[in-house]
């Protein structure tokens, strides 16, 4: 394959999610749709029309046909996460790259069995979270770096929340013990790890513990819960996550010399531009009476968005390891399975009466 | 004493803090300052000169010589915690109202015995937590209060922190385990304590955890901590509070409908404006690319600065005692206590290795 053909994927299923990465497929200069299975052909046809995809994608009655095309190189997977072992393993198998939609599975172990398989065959994986793309977060890590801007990290709080309307909390997949056990700490507390974790340089905390009574539905599955994080060097980080809550996708980091806030980090407020907020020194006016200086705001502009960046740097790396015989980029693998290391932690401490959870690496 | 005379402030010591409150006293239109007691006349002369005392101001060589002062109503109190529970009780039995500072005791147990001395007297009793007093403060109770706009109360986050020299950590007496033995959590995370319990209508949490490995000094006084609060019915709440990071203000609440934000809340960026930041069903755009609407901001503008609008309510309740023989306002001690308990709490949970630690109101 020429470094300078698109990336073809498959998408696996109609999810409704999907339907925002298709067109990041679209956007992104290096990818293209090229199947779609679903079990209603029916149902994938008008999906790809809605969707805008290419006239010459096929259209397949099964996630299996998908994963024999020939003219697939990668698949794209926002099933449920109880299905995501059994597809993402069968997709690598089939010699497919896996961008996989998080929650990227319901346990370490699960993950595990993915990444082997992907590992061994070669082949990228990457989970689709979408906000490490944005050219905003690479400038925000830029300033927690700069140790005279920043200086030593103290303390990191994240907030994710939605709030889920009755049908949403009667039907939705998030809140199904069968489709996606993790709930809340699944869909929402998988965005505030991973930004904890992207602070630390995905340095793991020592402990997890999670905070007392968080909130369940009938069948056991989280509605809202949180944890405290603790690397035994004073650095704390405590985050909350709720599908009860208004939205909310705030991250903010005390440094010794700085503070960074960010109140979307995850879906920004606009599709072109995001802001960060910064403040260095903020110290205490005369007989302190005033505080300064204010945080100053920094706007992030991305021709791109954060979906389509995400996309098209999967397909580099994808490119790259077709065309040039490279190997996988470790990074994606690596995050992907701290992230959910401590997602496990959450539940784990939850299930010990919120004791605290070593995470052994 | 006649309605309109001015209540006659005494002021225990020359402390740093006390030149603010001095000021405020002088702002408020029914405070004075009448007398100042310091062990050394001539620092208390430099200081009563430094700080634009009224000339008629008694200048007196110790504590006991103000409060035997008959032209003294009130006393400010901000001398160091381990002194507190000596000189506010003397200060009552003595029959003067009680403005003061925080943090109010080393535990409970102390404070109860200087608020039964203030209530068996008939004096006012008020703790200077000074953004409480702030116009702004009404104005986001208002907010959280507004079951349409903000709903039902699910997280809050604060954190106050501020980074401490060499000087201020080998010296101040905020690190000393004689002088002021609650370090951090004492300073800083009294506000953020209170904050909680503000945004709660003051209804105490039922347990308190501390958060894993705070940070002590040689003497193992607290120079960083945090705790997790919850309320049993899924409200939680978590803050960080430090000597050894950049200030930070921080108070963040979670809504069912809506958010608010606040990031300069113990002491505002301007003096005479202060901001908050509201919005309300936040949602997402189109396919998720974006959510809507950003977070508005809200500027409330105060013609007095926070210290002089609680010097002026606390010398509007000593008035309506003095002039109306109207009984001490409760709401001070009883918000001030509920302060001290979840305080105590905290620190009993550190003392217990991070184990949860149930609130006995």
């Given at each position: 394959m020429a470094e300078s053909s698109p990336v073809r994927f498959g998408i696996l299923g109609c999810a409704n999610i999907a339907r925002k990465v298709s067109r990041a497929i679209t956007l992104a200069p290096n990818a293209t749709i090229s199947a779609v299975g679903s079990r209603s052909i029916e149902k994938a046809t008008v999906y790809a029309k809605e969707n805008g995809y290419p006239s010459t994608t096929k259209i397949y009655s099964s996630y299996e046909a998908v994963l024999d095309d020939p003219k697939v190189d990668s698949v794209y997977i926002p099933l449920p996460t109880s299905l995501h072992v059994k597809w993402a393993v069968l997709a690598a198998q089939k010699k497919k790259h896996v961008l996989l939609e998080k929650p990227v599975a319901l346990n370490v172990k699960e993950l595990d069995v993915i990444l082997e398989e992907c590992e061994s065959n070669g082949l990228q994986y990457m989970d689709a979270t979408m906000w490490m793309h944005h050219p905003r977060t690479a400038k925000m890590k830029e300033f927690l770096s700069d140790s005279q801007r920043f200086g030593q990290l103290k303390s990191v709080h994240s907030t994710f929340a939605y709030l889920g309307d009755k049908e949403f909390l009667e039907n939705n997949i998030c809140v199904k013990s069968d489709l996606d056990a993790l709930g809340a700490l699944g869909d929402a507390g998988w965005y505030s790890i991973r930004a904890i974790l992207w602070t630390t340089d995905y340095e793991l905390p020592k402990t997890v513990t999670a905070l007392r009574d968080p909130e369940f539905n009938e069948a056991g599955v989280i509605l809202s819960c949180g944890a405290s994080l603790s690397w035994k060097d004073g650095r704390v980080a405590t985050?909350?996550?709720?599908?009860?809550?208004?939205?909310?996708?705030?991250?903010?980091?005390?440094?010794?010399?700085?503070?960074?806030?960010?109140?979307?980090?995850?879906?920004?407020?606009?599709?072109?531009?995001?802001?960060?907020?910064?403040?260095?020194?903020?110290?205490?006016?005369?007989?302190?009476?005033?505080?300064?200086?204010?945080?100053?705001?920094?706007?992030?502009?991305?021709?791109?968005?954060?979906?389509?960046?995400?996309?098209?740097?999967?397909?580099?790396?994808?490119?790259?390891?077709?065309?040039?015989?490279?190997?996988?980029?470790?990074?994606?693998?690596t995050i992907s399975r701290k992230t959910q290391l401590v997602v496990d932690a959450v539940k784990a401490s939850i299930e010990k009466g919120f004791e605290p959870v070593e995470i052994i690496y």
């Open positions: 985050f909350y996550c709720s599908f009860l809550a208004n939205v909310a996708m705030d991250f903010v980091a005390s440094g010794s010399k700085g503070n960074l806030r960010v109140h979307d980090f995850v879906v920004p407020f606009k599709e072109n531009a995001a802001p960060f907020y910064t403040v260095e020194d903020l110290w205490f006016g005369e007989l302190a009476k005033s505080i300064h200086p204010a945080p100053s705001e920094q706007q992030v502009n991305t021709d791109l968005p954060q979906e389509a960046l995400m996309v098209a740097e999967f397909s580099n790396l994808v490119g790259s390891i077709k065309g040039e015989g490279s190997k996988p980029e470790k990074k994606w693998p």
